[in-house]
């Protein structure tokens, strides 16, 4: 079985200064990760994902996830904010290779940005 | 291309009616999937198809959710005896492959409202 823990609800930060978005796994097999991003009345979009290549994983706008097995973390982060990251993130799990497979998305951060 | 749509955008219902809600996939995608996001969650797997059939309905709630794919492409979500907990923001989404870790494509959802 798979769950997902998004660490914080809520993220403010000031335009142009780090972002980082936390989120725990657990999983019994290999986990797929990913994070996906959703605008107000836009559909969820896929930012990255990671499926047991490199750990380090690039994604779109900027953002990047590093896949911590030993911390059971996949943190998603982006060096500078901009005022259009401004959305709800979640963070998202699926085990590969499972008898049980499912996928499973976290509550979700809203990330603020100040300006 | 043309995304994934959803139709219609909203739904107003009476407790008690029965609702359909409708998914148009992207073109050439043979998976599908549902899900039902509920104020402040993150989306909630409820049924996946792989070509006409369902692969996977673990997530439907109860025997009142019902959905089909008949010729593979456009799929229905049917509700039947509506209750006021069923209100949602049901999503849609398609992806080339069948298995979870492959990149879903999300249409802009359905938000259900029961009276």
């Known amino acids: 079985a798979q769950s997902v823990t998004q660490l914080d609800s809520h993220v403010s930060v000031s335009e142009g200064t780090p972002v980082l978005l936390r989120c725990n796994y657990s999983?019994?097999?290999?986990?797929?990760l990913f994070w996906y991003v959703q605008h107000p009345n836009k559909g969820l979009q896929l930012l990255l994902k990671y499926t047991s290549a490199a750990t380090l994983v690039k994604g779109i706008n900027g953002f990047e996830a590093e896949f911590k097995k030993s911390e059971t973390s996949f943190h998603l982060t982006k060096p500078s904010a901009h005022m259009s990251d401004a959305a709800e993130y979640f963070c998202?799990?699926?085990?590969?290779?499972?008898?049980?497979?499912?996928?499973?998305f976290g509550k979700g951060t809203r990330l603020h940005i100040l300006p | 291309g043309a995304g994934v749509s959803q139709t219609p955008s909203n739904k107003v219902t009476e407790k008690g009616k029965y609702v359909e809600l409708r998914c148009d996939p992207i073109?050439?995608?043979?998976?599908l999937y549902w899900y039902r996001q509920s104020l402040g969650q993150g989306p909630e797997f409820l049924i996946y198809f792989q070509g006409t059939g369902a692969a996977d309905d673990s997530g439907l709630p109860n025997d009142r959710f019902f959905a089909v794919r008949p010729e593979g492409s456009v799929s229905t979500l049917k509700i039947q005896r509506t209750e006021r907990g069923d209100s949602a923001v049901y999503l849609c989404?398609?992806?080339?492959?069948?298995?979870?870790?492959?990149?879903?494509?999300f249409g802009p959802g359905t938000r259900l409202t029961v009276l």
């Open positions: 989404a398609s992806s080339r492959g069948g298995s979870f870790t492959d990149t879903q494509y």
């Open positions: 999983s019994s097999y290999s986990p797929s």
């Open positions: 998202v799990v699926s085990d590969q290779g499972g008898r049980d497979d499912k996928i499973i």
């Open positions: 073109s050439g995608h043979t998976a």
